[in-house]
């Protein structure tokens, strides 16, 4: 399968401050990658689809204007998280999807982001 | 509206036991069933999937058995493992949503040795 990296695997950081979470492709160019939230015990939330080159598409409820999301070239796309607070403190996903059929999704080794 | 159902939250399972995982999907269009397993602090990893052509896939001691008519799907570990202690997903994917998954709440497998 595809292999997707992030950075950094886990982030500390105090309330107010901005966050921003990096995913590369290191095997493939992916024009779609898709950013998860995962609560503790619970299944993954699809939060938005990154699309390099253009906007992306968020799920309902999610803020775009809190959860930046920058998909600049066919291996990188970032989640910035701005102005985090507490209660955005999860472990952050993304995913792309794979070569060899359309509608396989390989994921990263996810991110843990705690907001004090 | 939760797309995909999953059962049981739990299971705990002996060592060399088959463990089985069910999951429902409400919507016909959905073409392509993947299994996944994620381990604490870890990101899922696709474990075996399926199309509904098909209603049987196995893959050394995994094997996903597919009922179209009843719209469900179900993971079997066979000869279950302690290191088969994880996390496990049941998703489907439509086509037109443009490949986004939908995932089920996710089941608890813990294998005893």
């Known amino acids: 399968g595809a292999v997707v990296s992030q950075h950094p695997s886990w982030v500390i950081c105090k309330s107010g401050t901005s966050v921003k979470i990096e995913c590369r492709s290191l095997?493939?160019?992916?024009?779609?990658m898709f950013w998860y939230r995962q609560f503790p015990k619970q299944s993954l939330m699809l939060m938005a689809t990154s699309n390099e080159g253009s906007k992306a598409t968020y799920e309902q409820g999610v803020e775009k204007d809190k959860f930046l999301i920058n998909h600049a070239s066919l291996t990188l796309s970032t989640l910035t998280v701005t102005s985090a607070h507490p209660e955005d403190s999860s472990f952050y996903i993304c995913?792309?999807?794979?070569?060899?059929?359309?509608?396989?999704?390989?994921f990263g080794p996810g991110t843990r982001l705690t907001v004090l | 509206q939760q797309q995909v159902k999953q059962s049981p939250q739990s299971l705990i399972v002996q060592k060399g036991g088959i463990s089985i995982i069910n999951c429902a999907y409400e919507?016909?269009?959905?073409?392509?069933f993947p299994w996944y397993q994620q381990f604490p602090g870890k990101g899922p990893a696709l474990l075996i999937a399926i199309r509904p052509d098909v209603s049987e896939k196995k893959e050394g001691r995994f094997t996903i058995s597919f009922n179209k008519s009843a719209k469900q799907f179900s993971l079997h570990i066979m000869d279950s493992q302690p290191g088969d202690s994880a996390t496990y997903f049941c998703a489907a994917n439509l086509r037109n949503s443009g490949y986004a998954l939908n995932f089920g709440k996710g089941t608890s497998l813990l294998v005893t040795p």
């Open positions: 095997d493939f160019q992916a024009t779609t």
């Open positions: 995913s792309q999807a794979g070569s060899r059929a359309y509608n396989e999704q390989f």
């Open positions: 919507n016909t269009a959905f073409d392509y």
